[in-house]
């Protein structure tokens, strides 16, 4: 990497904020560390109600690469964050940071390195998760061992669950964003990391995988607390997050010209929406509301899409054993999902 500043591209780093003031300061710090010396900050505090923005502006202060620090008046929520920081960054590219994590000092620079080697739309690279109360840290087991040939493998590799990540594990170059028109659902509160990951992953050129984990996921108890407040408007939640895969897949099957892809949409996807319903509220033990969504199973086109989740056997035997299940054996269905705990995803 050269070492003048501005024979380098732009990067803009996009902060959404709200309600992070514990850690604020470690995840803003993380960035002014970085060995790439061409960035720019773009913080956006979403109307925090605790300290988040002074917090942010402390640190800063002593930040010598450019920054916007945005304080909106009202809270429209992370999607519109990122959306506004991505319409303000200035970079060629872009990358997003939450505000409760961490990045080592090599990220930027892996990255970039990355996508300007491959000129590719997108850089796609491992994290670890990072447990405040015991401060250790686990890698995040990828199945995915290099770059892959055509860049809707990605996509294929991500239904596979080869590949788990965020919106935070990518360099993104902004025309590539722009040009297409990808942007984050802003009616959405739930699932819209997911919606966002197939569409560029789908629309990209040329992505580049790279090995190393430079991004550090937070878990800690605000986002258990957070769990807590947003069970109460479960059923809500979980109706976004089926609106958003159902949008995801229908853009998938306008845009891709993969069969594979295509494949895993009809015969994955498509099947997990409709298992993802039942098991909501299977693992709530919410009998009632499992019981009075059993008739849906009587519809023929709501059986074909469940049972032809046979053709996904190869790639994910246990999918179709639920459907299976589901199908001929509800009762069973709900006793088996409603003994399972949830584990922490990024």
Known sequence: MNGDNHELPLISVIFPAYNV??????AVASVMKQDYPHF?????DDRSTDNTASVAQRTLDSCTRPVRLIRRTENRGVSAARNLGLALSRGEFVCFIDADDFIEPNYLTLLYNAIS???S????CGFNHYFVDSGKTVPERFKLKKSLAQPEDYLFAWHMRKIST???GFLYRREFLLSKGIRFNERCNRGEDGEFIQKILVRSSKTVFVRERPYNYVHHDQQITAIGREDERAPGLKKEMTLASVRAAR???RYSRSKKVRYAVRYIQEP???IGRFTFYARRRDWENYRSRLRFLRHRMVRKILLSSFWALPYSPELFFKCVVL???PRLFYKLRARQLRSPRP
């Open 166 to 168: 965020s919106v935070w």
């Open 21 to 26: 003031e514990k850690f604020v300061e470690k």
């Open 327 to 329: 199908l001929s054996a």
């Open 251 to 253: 853009y998938v099957l």
């Open 117 to 119: 080697a491959e000129k």
């Open 40 to 44: 720019e900050i773009v913080f956006i």
């Open 121 to 124: 739309d997108l850089a796609l």
């Open 272 to 274: 997990e929406i409709l």
